[in-house]
């Protein structure tokens, strides 16, 4: 079965504060995903690598950045936490091979709050 | 037009009836398709792809119609545990996968 992983379930944070979430992945997947959750808004996506050191921005990537320096590991970086952030995120991966068995796979989720 | 829309619902539906769910999309070079289950407070876990010539999966069909754009989910015999939130996404040729807003799901016993 896929796995993945993200480092904390919750997490509280201070305006101002430079935050990491990461995101591990088993299966050797190419692709990885960083989506936000908000209600009323649903999953919008943050960033989105398709290769090591590969990233491309989503819909919202201000006040956010991305590192993935191996294949299995993809960070999401808050430089400068703020309240608007506060959010559930969802770090995702998925094959890069076209066709079938292609979907997604999450993680468990991070619920952050800055405050 | 946005890129994947929803009715965000809710459906309210009593246990044993049929539902259906549509989901359109505004990017052509969409190349494969995916219903995703979400439970409250839970990450969404894929519920099914959607093939070209549709497919089903026991109680659920899923559909596409790359001519209209939309892809639909078709829940028969409801179950209380069907309960939740259901998200259609397309994957582009880029490999991003974007998701719609869901749709909430409630049988009612």
């Given at each position: 079965d896929v796995k993945v992983t993200q480092s904390s379930r919750y997490l509280v944070k201070r305006t101002g504060e430079k935050v990491f979430l990461e995101c591990v992945q088993d299966?050797?997947?190419e692709n990885m995903f960083w989506y936000r959750q908000d209600p009323g808004l649903g999953l919008r996506l943050i960033y989105f690598s398709y290769d090591v050191k590969m990233k491309e921005k989503g819909d919202i990537p201000e006040g956010y950045s991305v590192s993935r320096e191996k294949k299995e590991r993809f960070s999401l970086i808050l430089e400068s936490a703020s309240t608007n952030q506060t959010s559930m995120y969802l770090c995702a991966s998925s094959s890069g091979?076209?066709?079938?068995?292609t979907e997604a796979f999450f993680g468990q989720g991070t619920r952050l709050t800055v405050v | 037009r946005k890129e994947v829309e929803q009715d965000p619902g809710p459906f309210n539906v009593p246990e044993g009836a049929t539902v259906a769910f549509n989901c359109t999309y505004s990017?052509?070079?969409?190349?494969s398709f995916f219903w995703y289950r979400q439970d409250c407070r839970k990450e969404p876990k894929l519920l099914m792809s959607v093939y070209s010539s549709g497919n089903e999966d026991g109680r659920f069909t899923a559909q596409l119609n790359r001519a209209s754009q939309y892809i639909s989910l078709l829940i028969r015999?409801?179950?209380?545990?069907?309960s939740a939130t259901y998200l259609c996404a397309p994957k582009g040729k880029d490999d991003k996968i974007i998701f719609g807003k869901g749709t909430r799901l409630h049988i009612l016993p």
């Open positions: 299966m050797d997947h091979a076209q066709g079938l068995n | 990017n052509s070079a969409s190349q015999d409801s179950k209380l545990s069907d």
